[in-house]
């Protein structure tokens, strides 16, 4: 298949694209680079030395002899372009990476908000108003998050995207399957339910064939292909913003900084594997809707965690220190989350848990570039409200300098 990979020179879209390369499909990388220009923005990098696009590209075909091409494009900004690059190349297949996606980087400022909702409506909307256009019927497999549903505990397990409900009619009790209601907890969560409404118009409007995947929280790094070469690897966010939650607490672990636990660390959240998100998109493009159907929603993730056991799990593997900070976003202290996932495990997904030992292998990563990480990168301190921004704590490892006159400082 022809596939183009929007977002393909992130964290999940450049391992889906050496993994789709792989597995024979002609792969078109569209990405504005935004992503490392927020980067220079936030004065931060990639914990792992991260080439050029071009030359991550020019490694694989060294390696494998398999051509990955790259297109620079803003899907927000250049519609006339993205309209053009989809009416020439065709893709049989469009996986939609290309958006702002850390939540705390989207409460930074008013001006982070803007952009968030600008960068993501927009790209999606595009590239819909696109495909249409220009009559492309590529199958579209995005990636949304499982933050669309907020994490407060309603008692029930999550469901793949639709919820039946009865209503009463004039004719009596009737059944219906309505989209599961989204409560979305930051701007950029609220991004992603909105994307979620432009699907459902497209798809039944003009019968796009759309996938939507709301992801959990991604960990790892290495993928198989991202191992072949040092210049193939995979970036790795470990800052306040970008930096999610298991992967933070790794390379905490490795440079001896403490366990930054926000709140209580009663959060549960959903986890999966980076190797197993690429796998799961590989089944999802096998599986296609037909035009005329709804969007088929699957839930991408394969085991739920509370953020203070995840604490303790790293503490006890390497002995590091847990410290407990005051909650920078506004959220419920404590929530469980029961999640299905049972599409992807019908269509043959084994997933990689926690257990599997690949937590070794990321604190020995994060050993290993520990020379180019900026601890003061580390604190979480985007607060969602004037008020929580107030009480954020910037130096968890208490290296500011202190009054010992006993004195008020
Ligand atoms: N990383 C996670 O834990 C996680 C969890 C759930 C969902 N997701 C979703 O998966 C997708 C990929 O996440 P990621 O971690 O790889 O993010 P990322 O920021 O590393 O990658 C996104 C890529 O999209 C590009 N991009 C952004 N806006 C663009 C635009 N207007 N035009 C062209 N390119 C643009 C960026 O330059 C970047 O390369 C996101 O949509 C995210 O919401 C990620």
């Keep these: 298949m022809r596939i183009a990979v929007l977002g393909g020179d992130g964290f999940v879209g450049w391992p889906t694209c050496l993994h789709l390369s792989d597995l024979d499909h002609d792969i078109h990388i569209v990405d504005n680079l935004s992503r490392r220009w927020i980067d220079t923005e936030l004065g931060v990098q990639s914990l792992t030395p991260m080439d050029s696009i071009q030359e991550r590209c020019r490694i694989w075909r060294e390696v494998t002899g398999r051509r990955l091409n790259f297109h620079l494009i803003d899907l927000a900004k250049e519609y006339e372009r993205l309209k053009g690059w989809l009416a020439e190349h065709r893709p049989d297949a469009i996986i939609h990476f290309a958006e702002q996606r850390a939540a705390p980087y989207s409460m930074k400022t008013d001006r982070h908000k803007v952009y968030t909702v600008n960068n993501n ?121 970008y930096g999610t939650v298991l992967n933070r607490f ?37 599986d296609a809707p037909h035009a005329g159907e709804r969007v088929k929603i699957f839930n991408q993730m394969t085991e739920t965690h509370r953020v203070r056991d995840l604490a303790e799990l790293v503490a006890r593997k390497t002995g590091a220190r847990v410290a407990y900070l005051p909650n920078p976003r506004k959220e419920a202290e404590e929530n469980d989350l029961v999640v299905k996932n049972d599409q992807f495990l019908a269509l043959g997904l084994d997933p990689t848990t926690l257990a599997e030992g690949l937590l070794d292998e990321i604190v020995e990563v994060a050993r290993r570039y520990a020379h180019r990480i900026d601890r003061s990168r580390v604190p979480a301190v985007s607060a969602w409200t004037r008020d929580l921004a107030s009480r954020v704590e910037r130096d968890p490892e208490g290296t500011r300098l202190r009054s010992v006159s006993g004195g008020t400082a």
């Design 121 to 241: 409506v927009s790209a999606t909307h595009n590239l819909l108003a696109a495909m249409v256009e220009t009559g492309v019927d590529a199958h579209l497999v995005h990636l949304g998050t499982m933050g669309v549903y907020g994490y407060g505990t309603v008692g029930a397990a999550i469901p793949e995207g639709y919820l039946p409900v009865k209503v009463d009619t004039t004719d009596g009790e009737a059944e219906q399957e309505i989209l599961y209601p989204t409560r979305p907890g930051s701007v950029y969560h609220m991004t992603k339910s909105l994307d979620q409404i432009l699907f459902q118009f497209y798809a039944q409007n003009d019968g796009l064939r759309i996938t939507d995947l709301h992801q959990g929280i991604v960990w790892g790094t290495h993928t198989e292909q991202t191992r072949r070469h040092e210049q193939l690897i995979n970036r790795f966010d470990y800052d306040g913003d």
């Design 250 to 286: 790794l390379i905490q672990a490795a440079i001896g900084y403490p366990l930054t636990v926000h709140g209580t660390g009663g959060q549960t959240r959903a986890f999966i594997h980076i190797q197993d998100s690429v796998r799961c998109i590989e089944l999802a493009l096998a």
